[in-house]
Every structure is written in structure tokens, then in C-alpha cells.
């Protein structure tokens, strides 16, 4: 398959790496991620160029987006790879419902397509008469497993807030549901529960109004660690080191926070295993093996100082 220069997505959202598109008719995949202002998502680029390398077998195309709302550049990158013939999109959807509509559009187009790290709306596929796996980790379990540990150092009575990721998003939601969980199960007081949209700014933005409107908080539930690290500037700001934050996907800067206490733990969803992952699947699928079915389950791990 020979393919024109991918030019058309960096318009909107970031183009990553091209490769030689098509080079020796080997089979062309188009990643999709969302921003890469998030290192969980540098990191994910970083294991899917490495994979590329390694397997030396196929032509990676990566596209990233500008910031975490801008899910437009996703349906545009996805437009692009239609037109151009990929073999196959794999993609962490920024919105579960809006891209459901172009991906049935790659799927019609013979495009292999699969979703991982964040699961597409079951509603919106139904709605659109599409049957396609998910790749991924189990999003509520893990947050659970985060929000326990918070639980468990606090106990029954402990007040806490939550920091929500985009409202579009299923694992955002999934999270919110497992910190909820963790509320119910060890009788925690959740004060409030706020999205901000999986940046860190905002978030720092976001707590700092809830700091001053909830001066008791003891205990911070963020659903990614770039919201986490938000949190953990308002609290330096605010002279507090009282607080217990977790968060969720265990990106470089967190670690010497963990180390050094300000952060209480953090759930690691092995993001470059996840996306090599997810292409091998994509590749099986274009040389000839079965549809993917179902839930195909990825590996979380709960990190602490421990």
C-alpha cells in the first residue's frame, strides 16, 4: 500500500512521526492518542515508536492532540486516515460518544479498528449499529484500588473531594464511579466532586476553590496524575502538607512525590505496553485473524512509597 504524506491532521491536532508511509507494502497503522501536554501520552508515544522499531514490520503513524478538549482533532485525524488508506486505526478516544460516528465510517471503509485505554460509549455503538473490543485497563477497579488506599490511611469519617476528568470521557467516569466506591466502602465524607478535565492547571484552579470553600479536606481523589500534580501545587501554594493526594497513571513527576510523601499513591496502567499492545491485536486482525470480541483486560498495579 502506498499512502500520500500525512499532512492534513497536523493542521488541527500534532503530528508526531510519519515514517515512510507504506514503504515495502508493509501494513500502516494510524495511533490516535489524546494530548501530549500529558507525559502519560509522551510516554505512550515513546513504547509505540520503540514497538515500531522493534517489530520492524509495519509503518506507525502517530497523531496527538493539542490539549485534552480537543477531541475535533481526533475526528479529523480519523477523516485523514480514511482517506489515505490505512490499514488500521488504533485509537484512546477523547470523547466515548462523538467518535463512534467516524470510526464506523474507517470500519465501512475495510479500516481494522481498535479502541484501547478508553472505552467507546456502549450506547452510541449500539446507536450505530457498532460492534467493536476494547483494549484496556479496568478503569473502575483501578481508581478503587487508589481510593483505598486513601480510605485506609484516613478512615471512616475522612473528608475528601474528587478531581474528575472530561465528562465525555468513559474512563472518566469509570474513575469517578471507583473513587466513589472507595467513599462507600470505608466511610469517607466526599465534600465535592469537580471535573477538571484531565489538565493540570485547571485542576490546580479547580482545587484551590474547593481549598478555600472546604479548608477540612484531608484527602484528594484525582483521576490522572497530571490533575494530581495540579493539586499538589495548590496545596505547596497554600503552605499545606496535611493533605493525602492519589492519583491515577503513574507518570515520571509523580514518582519523587510518592517518594517524598506528597502524594499518597498512584495507579500505573503501563501505557506503552497498553498501546503496543493494542497494535499487535490491530495487526493479527489485518493479516487474517478474528475480530477482537469483548473486553480484552490490560494490567493495573497500585503504586505507593512502599
Do not use: C
Amino acid at each position: 500500500m502506498k499512502l500520500v504524506k500525512f499532512a492534513a491532521a497536523a493542521a488541527t491536532g500534532i503530528l508526531l512521526s510519519t515514517g515512510m508511509a507504506g514503504a515495502d507494502d508493509k501494513p500502516v497503522v494510524g495511533l490516535v492518542m489524546k494530548s501530549l501536554a500529558n507525559e502519560f501520552f509522551q510516554n505512550m508515544l515513546v513504547g509505540a515508536e520503540q514497538h515500531e522499531a522493534t517489530r520492524g514490520d509495519y509503518e506507525l503513524i502517530a497523531v496527538g492532540m493539542q490539549n485534552e478538549t480537543d477531541f475535533e482533532s481526533q475526528i479529523n485525524a480519523v477523516e485523514n486516515f480514511i482517506t489515505q488508506g490505512v490499514d488500521a486505526i488504533v485509537i484512546a478516544p477523547a470523547d466515548s460518544r462523538a467518535m463512534v460516528r467516524p470510526l464506523k465510517k474507517a470500519m465501512e471503509a475495510g479500516i481494522t479498528v481498535v479502541n484501547f485505554d478508553v472505552a467507546l460509549d456502549a450506547a452510541a455503538k449500539e446507536q450505530q449499529g457498532v460492534e467493536l473490543a476494547f483494549v484496556g485497563p479496568d478503569n473502575r477497579g483501578g481508581a478503587q484500588l487508589a481510593g483505598n488506599a486513601l480510605g485506609e490511611a484516613l478512615g471512616a469519617g475522612g473528608k475528601v473531594v474528587i478531581i474528575e476528568g472530561n465528562p465525555g470521557a468513559d474512563n472518566a467516569n469509570e474513575r469517578r464511579l471507583g473513587f466513589e466506591d472507595s467513599v462507600a466502602a470505608y466511610g469517607l465524607e466526599l465534600l465535592d466532586s469537580r471535573t477538571a478535565h484531565w489538565e493540570t492547571e485547571e485542576a490546580n484552579q479547580v482545587f484551590s476553590t474547593m481549598l478555600t470553600a472546604h479548608p477540612d479536606v484531608q484527602g484528594v481523589m484525582a483521576a490522572n496524575d497530571s490533575m494530581a500534580v495540579g493539586v499538589v501545587k495548590a496545596l505547596e501554594a497554600a503552605g499545606r502538607d496535611d493533605i493525602m493526594v492519589v492519583g491515577f497513571d503513574n507518570i515520571p513527576a509523580v514518582g519523587p512525590m510518592i517518594e517524598d510523601g506528597r502524594m499518597l499513591a498512584t495507579v500505573d496502567q503501563f501505557g506503552q505496553q497498553m498501546a503496543a499492545n493494542a497494535i499487535d491485536l490491530a495487526l493479527e486482525v489485518v493479516a487474517g485473524g478474528p475480530a477482537l470480541e469483548g473486553w480484552v483486560k490490560t494490567e493495573i498495579e497500585l503504586v505507593t512509597a512502599d
